[in-house]
């Protein structure tokens, strides 16, 4: 976030050339029983109709739920149910006219946790049920799982698609304090189980801290990414020297191989992982000292035949990204040149077709008052590192925004340039650094933009929506990605009007 109190203003937004102009579809605005709905899942049919479905919290007296919307290629509604349930939709597809839902449920009968697909025509979605797995309670340290598996409990399990549906996979982290533990099981597109493995990592479960996990579209490999700590202890560094290494596990139903590297220069708090073009490609930010101060970007090729590192690449931030990040204020990059930037959360990671990353970041913490706290939400940070490891850019959006209703970002690469949708007041600005610096608007003050990166890597902006234009607010950063149409899906929200919207480009 820039510290200079003043910026000069180049041009009015009016002036700035606009890059892509998107088409933009709206449905009628429809009022909900239920308030704070959450974008869950968008599908798209063959005939180009529109799934929408909206999560909403349980109250007093009511079930939490569903609302599923089927709306034609217009966004015009055709048909909704209310669909509620004390079950969790982990995920959702559709199929020769039908849509399917696989849902997490709690059985207290028989103390189980059931994965269902529940599967019904498009138009009538009454449901009929079928069990993929039941797993019996006392492997889990409570009855609730699939809601938050990042902090590496024994309660937390994952669901995994690949990238084109074709394989399937459940993964529960098993109660067993002496040795890592993972139950897995997969299935074809058809949810046909394959099979189911249980395997061990040779460590405490307290010292293994689960990354990532993906799966192959090609043959239903399970690669999982995690971080081992040595010595005993659950620290980065010990004696002044890191104290972890990644190690990836290759799975298959008759396999399994373990690749380990470390970085004894760099301090690597996290790392996501994908599959390219016949490559595992690990990537994260990384700090000089410690973990969570970053300095720049860490990226790795494996292959996977091999099952081998080929490259790996550190690019650090440079000196045309701290001017953007704090304009002139010289002490202030120096020192943060050397401690690391900190509050930096990843947000969304996308593969070019010439094999470039983007990779895109936001500043944010909690601010605490006498009598509560609330979320702010900083700086946009977003990272292109080419297909041989190459920085192409490294770019920052100034902003300061609290609360979460309006706040934040969705992105979509376009051809060589990339986008970003974003909220703020009519006093979006572009400086002379070459950044953009967007101000916090109220609800009711909110213009929808469109701030895009083009191939020389300079900004360029848009107004979408005008607040006036509309009766509601859109949630920025409850939007769908729809990369194989170049689209992106926003929910419109006030109290309990909603609308959908599609900005395709």
């Known amino acids: 976030m820039m510290k200079q109190k003043f910026a000069l203003?180049?041009?009015?937004?009016?002036?700035?050339?606009?890059?892509?102009?998107?088409?933009?579809?709206?449905?009628?605005?429809?009022?909900?029983?239920k308030k704070n709905t959450n974008l869950s899942f968008v599908l798209e049919n063959d005939d180009k109709s529109i799934v929408l479905i909206r999560s909403y919290y349980p109250t007093i007296g009511v079930n939490g739920g569903y609302y599923i919307q089927h709306f034609n290629e217009n966004l015009e509604l055709i048909f909704e149910v209310d669909y509620e349930t004390k079950n969790k939709i982990?995920?959702?597809?559709?199929?020769?006219g039908n849509l399917n839902l696989i849902e997490r449920k709690y059985n207290s009968k028989t103390k189980s946790l059931e994965i269902n697909l529940a599967s019904d025509e498009l138009n009538e979605m009454s449901f009929e049920y079928r069990n993929l797995v039941s797993i019996p309670n006392n492997i889990f340290e409570s009855e609730d799982t699939f809601l938050n598996w990042e902090n590496d409990k024994d309660t937390y399990g994952k669901f995994i698609a690949s990238n084109q549906g074709n394989y399937f996979a459940l993964s529960f982290d098993v109660k067993n304090n002496k040795r890592e533990t993972h139950q897995i099981y997969v299935f074809d597109k058809k949810f046909n189980q394959l099979y189911e493995k249980k395997f061990e990592v040779d460590l405490k479960d307290k010292l293994f801290q689960l990354q990532d996990i993906t799966i192959d579209d090609n043959d239903g490999t399970l690669y999982f990414l995690g971080k081992s700590f040595e010595n005993n202890a659950r620290t980065d560094k010990k004696n002044k020297e890191i104290n972890y290494h990644f190690e990836?596990?290759?799975?298959?139903?008759?396999?399994?191989?373990?690749?380990?590297?470390?970085?004894?220069?760099?301090?690597?708090?996290?790392?996501?992982?994908?599959?390219?073009?016949?490559?595992?490609?690990?990537?994260?930010?990384?700090?000089?000292?410690?973990s969570y101060k970053y300095n720049g970007v860490?990226?790795?090729?494996?292959?996977?035949?091999?099952?081998?590192?080929?490259?790996?690449?550190?690019?650090?931030?440079?000196?045309?990204?701290?001017?953007?990040?704090f304009g002139n204020n010289n002490t202030l990059k120096n020192q943060t040149k050397k401690r690391g930037i900190k509050n930096i959360t990843f947000r969304q990671a996308f593969f070019l077709p010439d094999g470039s990353l983007i990779m895109n970041a936001e500043e944010n913490y909690i601010q605490k008052f006498q009598n509560g706290s609330q979320p702010i939400l900083e700086d946009i940070i977003t990272i292109k590192v080419d297909g041989k490891g190459k920085l192409v850019w490294a770019k920052v959006i100034n902003k300061v925004q609290s609360g979460i209703r309006n706040s934040s970002f969705t992105g979509i690469p376009i051809g060589d340039e990339f986008y970003f949708l974003i909220n703020s007041s009519d006093k979006l600005r572009?400086?002379?650094?070459?950044?953009v610096r967007t101000t916090n608007p109220s609800e009711q003050m909110s213009n929808l933009y469109q701030i895009s990166i083009d191939k020389e890597t300079k900004f360029q902006i848009k107004k979408l929506i005008d607040r006036k234009e509309d009766k509601v607010f859109y949630r920025v950063d409850n939007g769908y990605i729809d990369l194989k149409n170049n689209a992106i899906f926003l929910i419109g929200r006030n109290g309990k009007k909603s609308q959908l919207i599609k900005i395709k480009y």
């Open 9 to 33: 203003l180049l041009l009015f937004i009016g002036l700035f050339a606009f890059g892509q102009v998107p088409t933009i579809t709206k449905s009628e605005i429809f009022k909900d029983k």
């Open 298 to 325: 860490y990226s790795s090729d494996i292959d996977i035949d091999s099952f081998k590192i080929i490259k790996d690449f550190q690019n650090e931030f440079s000196d045309s990204f701290m001017t953007e990040k």
């Open 430 to 435: 572009k400086e002379f650094s070459g950044t």
């Open 90 to 96: 982990i995920y959702a597809y559709l199929e020769n």
């Open 248 to 290: 990836i596990q290759k799975i298959t139903k008759n396999s399994k191989q373990v690749l380990k590297f470390k970085k004894p220069d760099i301090n690597i708090a996290y790392l996501s992982m994908s599959l390219y073009n016949g490559k595992l490609k690990c990537y994260g930010f990384y700090g000089k000292n410690k």
